[in-house]
T-cell receptor, first 113, second 111 residues
Framework: KAGVTQTPRYLIKTRGQQVTLSCSPI?????VSWYQQTPGQGLQFLFE???????NKGNFPGRFSGRQFSNSRSEMNVSTLELGDSALYLC????????????FGSGTRLTVV | EDKVVQSPLSLVVHEGDTVTLNCSYE??????LLWYKQEKKAPTFLFML????IEKKSGRLSSILDKKELFSILNITATQTGDSAVYLC???????????FGKGTHLIIQP
């Protein structure tokens, strides 16, 4: 069965722009979570969606937002990009949520210049 | 504040050696501890532990959780160059707060 698919794989944006990242979970998985990975901070939780509802959000500014559609696909949006937003953004899906183990996608490498 | 600390941060060993990676945690409302292997981009799931003292095994890899002392170890025996990766420990809490990850242990296996 197909894994978690993230698009695009790579992205270069200019400071001040906005960006939308996409994630298609494994078929049947209703929970989608997003993480930011940087060399300094490691993997940090952004938010988790389950059946189109945001269940929780990590400690990130309001410029980071997301949504989940009825087919469980999810998008993440970052507005007014800053240089510090450069990171690998990982999406993970599971049947019920984080405590049951995730399957991660390969991520979107975002570079802000 | 929740905390997951992994040690060592990096480790270089020779093929065939046995390694032990450590993960200690301070988390309210603990639910589960998970180990992942990250080689290039996508972390891949290794183990999930919820009960203390019960070893999980998969081939040359094994892991155990001590909920009293708040730590877990990941053992890899007869290491191979393909085991070279970053090993991530993560802790899940009750509810939907996402996982709290440690910084990882960068393991390098030399031939």
């Amino acid at each position: 069965k197909a894994g978690v698919t993230q698009t695009p794989r790579y992205l270069i944006k200019t400071r001040g722009q906005q960006v939308t990242l996409s994630c298609s979970p494994i078929s049947g998985h209703r929970s989608v979570s997003w993480y930011q990975q940087t060399p300094g901070q490691g993997l940090q939780f952004l938010f988790e969606y389950f059946s189109e509802t945001q269940r929780n959000k990590g400690n990130f500014p309001g410029r980071f937002s997301g949504r989940q559609f009825s087919n469980s696909r999810s998008e993440m949006n970052v507005s007014t990009l800053e240089l510090g937003d450069s990171a690998l953004y990982l999406c993970a899906s599971s049947t019920y949520g984080s405590n049951y183990g995730y399957t991660f996608g390969s991520g979107t490498r975002l570079t802000v210049v | 504040e929740d905390k997951v600390v992994q040690s060592p941060l990096s480790l270089v060993v020779h093929e065939g050696d046995t390694v032990t990676l450590n993960c200690s945690y301070e988390v309210t409302n603990f639910r589960s501890l998970l180990w992942y292997k990250q080689e290039k981009k996508a972390p891949t799931f290794l183990f999930m532990l919820t009960s203390s003292g019960i070893e999980k095994k998969s081939g040359r890899l094994s892991s155990i959780l001590d909920k009293k002392e708040l730590f877990s170890i990941l053992n890899i025996t007869a290491t191979q160059t393909g085991d070279s990766a970053v090993y991530l420990c993560a802790v899940g809490r009750g509810g939907a707060d996402g996982l709290t990850f440690g910084k990882g242990t960068h393991l390098i296996i030399q031939p």
